[in-house]
T-cell receptor, first 109, second 117 residues
Framework: KQEVTQIPAALSVPEGENLVLNCSFTDSAIYNLQWFRQDPGKGLTSLLLIQSSQREQTSGRLNASLDKSSGRSTLYIAASQPGDSATYLCAVIGNKLVFGAGTILRVKS | DTGVSQNPRHKITKRGQNVTFRCDPISEHNRLYWYRQTLGQGPEFLTYFQNEAQLEKSRLLSDRFSAERPKGSFSTLEIQRTEQGDSAMYLC???????????????FGSGTQLSVL
């Protein structure tokens, strides 16, 4: 059974800092991995999708990496802004989409 | 708006009542998923459709839960005889799956927040 763990559970940083969110998974037989953002009481917004054959994806200030063999992914956020405050969820897609519990990020102005 | 639409946004009901939620996926998407999310947790898979066919159901989907996608477009999720433990955010997602499941990006709706009193 696939299990997805996200560390840290919560993170508070001052504006402008670069930060890294971590995601680990137990079963490396995945098709892809997707990072989402969720604002309080809202649905999920897709940020980046990394196919299993890829090592990383970039979108603006976001960079996601994938090391399938070690069962790890990281989401790097450069020059964080207060508007980045949200919960960040990673999901691995094998036979089904399995989510981690998320990292709650707060960027202080 | 051409995103995934869910109605209602919020539903408050008394224990024992039946509730029904609706999801309208992105129009060209053939796959539709239902998830449930409780506070502080990631979403948990409930069921998924390819067109009108329900291809997989989670063990979380007890016999009080039923989902349909009659014409391969919108979907409904009904919960009968609601219990307080059913209180959660119910999320719908869609994708344009061409290959095996998992190869495509999922797009989520804003969810329906259910509170069972």
């Amino acid at each position: 059974k696939q299990e997805v763990t996200q560390i840290p559970a919560a993170l508070s940083v001052p504006e402008g800092e670069n930060l890294v969110l971590n995601c680990s998974f137990t079963d490396s037989a995945i098709y892809n991995l997707q990072w989402f953002r969720q604002d309080p009481g809202k649905g999920l917004t897709s940020l980046l999708l990394i196919q299993s054959s890829q090592r990383e994806q970039t979108s603006g200030r976001l960079n996601a990496s994938l090391d399938k063999s070690s069962g790890r992914s990281t989401l790097y956020i450069a020059a964080s802004q207060p508007g980045d405050s949200a919960t960040y969820l990673c999901a691995v897609i094998g036979n089904k989409l399995v989510f981690g519990a998320g990292t709650i990020l707060r960027v202080k102005s | 708006d051409t995103g995934v639409s869910q109605n209602p946004r919020h539903k408050i009901t008394k224990r024992g009542q039946n509730v029904t939620f609706r999801c309208d996926p992105i129009s060209e998407h053939n796959r539709l998923y239902w998830y449930r999310q409780t506070l502080g947790q990631g979403p948990e898979f409930l069921t998924y459709f390819q067109n009108e066919a329900q291809l997989e159901k989670s063990r979380l989907l007890s016999d009080r839960f039923s989902a349909e996608r009659p014409k391969g477009s919108f979907s409904t999720l009904e919960i009968q005889r609601t219990e307080q433990g059913d209180s959660a955010m119910y999320l719908c997602a869609s994708s344009s799956g061409g290959g095996g499941t998992g190869s495509e990006k999922l797009f989520f709706g804003s969810g329906t927040q259910l509170s069972v009193l």
